[in-house]
RNA sequence: GGGGAUAUAGCUCAGUUGGUUUAGAGCACCUGCCUUACAAGCAGGGGGUCGUAGGUUCGAAUCCUACUAUCCCCA
């Protein structure tokens, strides 16, 4: 027999491997068949699985399994992206420390090392996502800067400038000094940071006052263009229209009034630095001022900043700093604690600067993406995020594209000797282009120079629905016509925006198509506080080892357990442990059921009704199930399946049916309980694959075409919900016998008397065999007299007793009846108040009407016999 | 500063367009059991004035308003 205890490595690479080796994962367009099509949301190529992944996979995996049960062309298409700065960023340290320095390559050389490093390391996170069981079709693993993907890139890129939606345009970045290259918003990380508050006078221009400002970065005063004061602000009454002096260079600049300042922050009189603070960037549009830049690319001062040319920014402010005490224009300096930027890639210090860079207009491209989602054309789920998609859609900014980066697709843009432009899908046809434009046709590719940028990550992975089935390469093909629209997309909220409304604004304008039908947003995963997992903190557990304590099959569990839809999941061990044991438990009545011999003897009563009890309660699950799947709540369909199998199915059924021991089974109720086993397998194979594989396989051998995960999925059948309704009220009296059983320390071995004193006997009867059975009963007896000497209990209004000499505490029974009744009481004092509004009688339902009349008979019913029992307990 | 979301048992959440309900599940907890599939198990049990205050309604966890708290996004 079989370890007691499930041990899921011995059987996990196994079954993938056999899954792989039957190409049961792959898929190629069917026309008999109905598609069903995910594409992966296509991780960092650098990075490693994390526990969003985990559950992100789980879930697509899923979906896909289910589908291609029920008979589905199932295609989940994998792949990575190429994640410019994360990636240009891993590549830099590497040659560093090979002693390499970046600014000594061309751009083909270093090109030649990303790629190297690419396929040395990147797509980690692919074979990671194998143990997980994901059944990804890798035949069609896809890349966004492979050939296809990028001419694609290209040739979009082409397409909206021809139509008129890119531009250059000037644009505050977060500049990353070290890296040289601008950041988008989510990769800067903003920390506290002690600093200091510089109190700085200023002399007012034509007198001996002053005023003072207050300044965090007194480095960049040199670049000030105007003192700025609140209109409201009295106490700066006197500074209106005049002008004050920049210390240090002595320079004249204008004293200005504008809303934005802070009456309460600092000193009230605030320097404006457009070209080094967004804010004053935004102050300095609004008043017209000069913007004057004087910082380097590296992080130096230039030229324009007159003094400390040259200088690191964080030495030029210490030597700045000196500057003021010595020349008695510093009035104090304050501890401060500022929220500085850092680069998420090298932790330096974010610098803002002004910068040209490539834009999408999006305006106009936003309409169908908005409409289709607001009309549900693209449900999302959970639908709450509607508001927030609307929220962004009606505030759609331009898109910043260009990035300062060699690792990524060059913007085909090519600058011309005058400093225009055109832009070409290649440098041949730019030439032709530049020829026309300049209207010299001696021009040759020499007097061309293409745009250093590259384009934002973000403007390849919106085409990845299109462009993983060569939706551009080859608009016509047959995986293009047959797999899009692809049906439902698995990822997070966090990139609601940045990708996914990016693709439905993709998929509408390249293709007239919405990408996908469903968005399925799942929760973050946190650590048991609610924190978001981090590297910093720590607090993130290896998913690779969480799967080799507890199996792939565990982990997917613990995960879809606790997680609805939208929702974020406080992570904890024990959800895995729960996954695993659900596992075990699976395992050991397999164990069960094998260990039995079987003869060809008569079925039990209990055993005929079990079957004929569990086979209903089977179907009304899968209808449950179907009801749960087609809502997306993947978590409510799977604790359908867990309490099936381990309530109904272990608790109840194979109790009902198990021999004494020793002995053996009847054939029937062995195939029975073969067969029920093996539809709950189907059921579970997309949340367990691995365990529910492995037990299939155990029942019988089987060829590659009967495996498990190409099963038919279990259809619901009619059933009859009488049986499940009656057989409840068997269950509910083993239960209340076995309370007793507890409360009175009488051993289950023990078998006892039952005495039912009801109107209904054929209810008690028909079921009488589950009571017999599980409640160990001797006899049943129907009977229209109370009984002595007994503990009694109600089914409904039915009064049951167990006779038990001595054993009664009168008063605890007593207090117990008390207690009932007083309950039933307020309970019928509630509906009779209902029953008795006449506006409640006329206006609700019939239906309504007649379930609270029902309650009352009930309870009515109920009152008198506990009544009677507090009488004759006296 | 602007916008969005959430608030139900110790924890994580259901509660499907207001009516089977003086509220359900899983986990945790308590009690008793090593009953020959499983002690990572079995059987039983306790636990919530549905964030606060109003309002609409015959009827509110559910709809409306305000407040409080927490989280997220944008600046």
Redesign the pocket.
Known sequence: MSA??YNPTEIEDKWYQYWMEHKFFASKPDKNKEPYTIVIPPPNVTGQLHMGHMLNNTIQDVLIRRARMQGKEACWVPGTDHASIATEAKVVNLLKEKGIKKSDLTREEFMKHAWEWKEKYGGIILQQLKKLGASCDWDRERFTMEEDLSAAVIEVFVDLYKKGYIYRGIRMVNWDPEGKTALA??EVIFKEVPSKLYHIKYRVEGGNDYLVIATTRPETIMADAAICINPNDSRFEHLKGKRAIIPIINKSIPIIEDDYVDMEFGTGCLKVTPAHD?NDYEIGLRHNLPVIDIINDDGTLNEKAQILVGEDRFIARKKIAKMFKEDGILEKEEEYTSNVGHSERTNAVIEPKLSLQWFVKMEELVKPAYENVMNDTIQLIPP?FK??YK?WMENV?DWCISRQLWWGQRIPAYYLPNGDFVVAKSEEEALELAKEKMSDSTLTSKDLKQEDDVLDTWFSSWLWPMSVFDGFKDPDNEDFNYYYPTNDLVTGP?ILFFWVARMIIAGYEFKGKKPFNNVYLTGIVRDTQ?R?MSKQLGNSPDPLDLIKNHGADGVRTGLL??S?AG????FDI?LC??G??FG??IW??F??IK?WEITDTETPEASVKAQKWFEARLNQSLVEIEDHFS?FRIS?AL?TVY?LI?DDY??LY??LV?PP?GDPIDQKSYDATITFFEELMKILHPFMPFLTEELWQQIQSRSPKEALIIAQWPEAKSFDEQIVLQAQVAFDL??QI??I???K?IS?KEALKLYVKTDEQIVYEKYSAFIYKLANLETIIFTSEKIDNAVSFLIKSDECFIPMEGAIDVEKEKAEVTKDLE?T???L??VVK?LS?E??VN???EQ?IA?EKK?QSDAEAKIKTLEERLESLK
């Open positions: 007691t205890k918003d989510d967004i709450k508001n927030t929220h900014r966090d609610g978001k357990l606790s609805a929702n974020d999941l406080l024990k442990e729960q695993w044991n075990n438990k050991n009545a164990r069960l260990g809502k409510d604790m309490k381990w272990c608790s194979l109790e198990k021991y083993i239960s076995r309370n059983r507890a409360s320390g289950p309950y009481k307020g309970f004092n509630s209902k509004n506006r409640f206006n609700a339902p309504v379930m309650k």
